[in-house]
């Protein structure tokens, strides 16, 4: 799968997880991080630097779906397993539960 095509299908998901995806010019904000997840007035947003490749927006998107029950979406399975891996890791490396 191209790297486009997770994209969309990320996005996608996230969609009906009702976080929204934002794409700004982050500039110097956004340097290290390449965007990150918010709560405004009680909507989840996930800002991304507009000018990250497919597949670092596809990689930061995984990142952020770690926090959210995904099982009810229909993934890829690499995005699937992915997710699983860094939700797992956060789980054991920070002892906090995802957010929703």
Not at 12 to 17: N, V
Not at 60 to 66: S, W
Not at 67 to 76: A, H, Q, R
């Amino acid at each position: 799968m191209k790297a486009e095509q997770l994209l969309e299908a990320l996005e996608a998901a996230a969609q009906k997880l009702a976080i929204r995806i934002r794409y700004e010019s982050l500039g110097a904000s956004g340097v290290g991080t390449g965007g990150g997840l918010c709560k405004v007035r009680g909507e989840w947003w996930l800002m991304l630097d507009k000018k990250l490749t497919p597949a670092e927006k596809a990689a930061l998107i995984m990142e952020t779906l770690a926090d959210f029950d995904t099982s009810e979406l229909d993934l890829p399975e690499k995005a699937r397993a992915t997710i699983d891996a860094r939700r797992t890791l956060k789980a054991t490396t920070t002892g906090i539960p995802p957010v929703a």
